[in-house]
């Protein structure tokens, strides 16, 4: 009786002290060269977790709390796998904790277009390549580092995944290829960007939405030819900089970097402060959104990209050609009799609408402007400036790819003069507001009769 009273307290002491005296460390953040992990069952460090999702780690640093770690990840039926960065909680001998609530929260991955199977390896050749090859030893992805130098593998403290070379500098790192997240720390150096997956579901780059570093600022935009901008955090006249300003996610903002003399530091977007773990991902309704850890699990804290029109400002809440008004949506009607858009899906407006007669160059004499009072467009820029209405609508009669004339004029101003955009693709128009616009706005649909 006695000794299994004591034992348990014994047991902390000792090993608490061990750790200290000895500074052992429990967790596993490198690798060196000629290692091969493989997908298996039976590969350790694995975990399945309550909401469908399984691990198998590679590397982890750190102990206590939410940690990075890397290496394989599935969701539902587990039939692909990703190699992943994810955050999981860890206990004070660095195992890997909560399998009901600390999820895997997926911050990078290798292979997102071209996922594997179980049984895959990830390989870390003597030559100091990282090579991902599926179950059947086809190759899926590598970072092409051979004859590079690489002396090892780590997974730094801020989530990043290194290849470094015998005098400790980097050759390869994953912060150079982000995919749909941001870590804090990370930075997107000008012309770099996050890009939106599918779905939540499935993880393919290509999703329609992408978020850009540029010289002074950050833009998300729709990846339509040509792109259509929905939001747009910038700092005029900063310096260019051939490429190397950069955004940094910083504890409570996105801040730009810049080279000008005068100030090289400017706040692009506030972020809730960090009260722990903390991450951004792109996603796949192009939403920013920042999730934080918390002793209940992940929490969405910031909706970054949402401004003051609210829901209704992104590309595809109502689907296309879809309006949307207070996050209700509605197909564009007309006010004679005839029907030139039907929902997709009556039950699921947000779907958007379909042209009843499809719209073609080889029938132009057939194309007529269906007029939508009081509508605006996130993409909105003056093609043609200060021109008048009828100009307006006589360039997207003359264009056979002008998908819509919007027209922006002065607040009852009569439309005598105003702005002209001519977009060649529709995603979702959205109700002109305008006691917050401070603008009229009307929108003359290219149809075919
Ligand atoms: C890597 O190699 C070094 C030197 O041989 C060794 O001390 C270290 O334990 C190895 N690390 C791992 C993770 O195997
Ligand atoms: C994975 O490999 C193991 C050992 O080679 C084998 O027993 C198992 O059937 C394989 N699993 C699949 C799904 O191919
Ligand atoms: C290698 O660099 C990393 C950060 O880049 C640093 O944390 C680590 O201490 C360095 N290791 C050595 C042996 O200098
Ligand atoms: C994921 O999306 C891509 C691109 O749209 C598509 O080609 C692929 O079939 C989808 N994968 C699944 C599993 O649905
Ligand atoms: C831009 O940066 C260059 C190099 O740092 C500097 O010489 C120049 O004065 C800056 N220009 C402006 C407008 O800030
Ligand atoms: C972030 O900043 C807040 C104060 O603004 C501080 O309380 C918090 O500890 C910081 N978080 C991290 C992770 O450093
Ligand atoms: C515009 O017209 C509406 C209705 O005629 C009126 O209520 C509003 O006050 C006018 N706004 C301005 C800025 O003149």
Not at 34 to 50: G, L, M, Q
Not at 366 to 395: G, M, P, Q, W
């Amino acid at each position: 009786m006695a000794l299994c009273k004591i034992f348990p307290f014994a047991f902390i002491l000792v090993s608490c002290s061990c750790y200290l005296i000895s500074g052992q460390r429990f967790d596993y953040p490198t690798a060196n060269l000629s290692t091969t992990w493989i997908n298996s069952v039976s590969a350790p460090h694995s975990i399945d977790y309550t909401d469908g999702s399984r691990i198998r780690a590679i590397l982890l640093r750190g102990t206590f709390g939410p940690r990075y770690a890397c290496g394989f990840y599935c969701n539902g039926n587990c039939e692909s796998y990703l190699f992943a960065i994810f955050i999981v909680q860890t206990n004070s001998a660095s195992q890997i904790t909560s399998p009901a609530i600390g999820f895997p929260q997926v911050v990078w991955s290798a292979n997102r277009n071209n996922p594997v199977k179980i049984n895959s390896t990830l390989q870390l050749t003597a030559e100091g390549d990282l090579v991902l090859r599926d179950a059947d030893g086809t190759l899926a992805w590598s970072t092409n580092t051979a004859g590079k130098s690489v002396a090892g593998l780590s997974l730094t403290d801020e989530g990043n995944l290194a290849l470094f070379d015998s005098k400790n500098a980097t050759v390869w790192q994953s912060f150079d290829h982000p995919t749909d997240a941001l870590v804090p720390g990370q930075k997107l150096v000008s012309g770099m960007k996050l890009t939106a997956s599918v779905s939540r579901t499935n993880w393919t780059a290509g999703g329609l939405f992408a978020l850009s570093a540029i010289d002074n600022g950050l833009v998300a935009f729709v990846e339509s030819n040509p792109p259509q901008k929905y939001f747009e955090a910038s700092v005029g006249g900063s310096n260019t900089s051939g490429g190397s300003n950069y955004v940094k996610y910083l504890n409570g903002s996105l801040t730009l970097f810049t080279h000008s003399a005068d100030t090289t530091e400017l706040i692009l977007i506030s972020i809730t402060p960090a009260s722990s773990a903390q991450y951004m991902k792109l996603e796949s309704n192009g939403h920013l959104k920042v999730y934080e850890w918390t002793s209940r699990g992940w929490r969405e804290v910031d909706d970054l990209l949402t401004g003051f029109r609210g829901e209704c400002n992104y590309p595809t809440v109502c689907g296309r050609y879809g309006i949307c008004t207070m996050g209700q949506c509605s197909c564009p009607t007309s006010s004679s009799s005839r029907t030139y858009f039907r929902p997709i899906d009556v039950r699921r407006p947000n779907l958007g609408c379909s042209e009843v007669t499809k719209l073609t160059c080889q029938n132009r004499k057939k194309h007529s402007l269906l007029e939508v009072e009081d509508v605006d467009y996130f993409a909105f820029k003056a093609d043609i400036s200060d021109t008048d209405l009828n100009t307006c609508k006589r360039a997207c009669l003359e264009k056979c790819s002008c998908k819509a004339a919007f027209f922006r004029s002065g607040l009852n101003s009569s439309r005598t003069r105003g702005d002209c955009y001519l977009p060649t693709e529709i995603f979702s128009i959205m109700n002109n507001e305008k006691d917050k616009t401070r603008y009229d706005s009307v929108a003359f649909i290219n149809v075919q009769v």
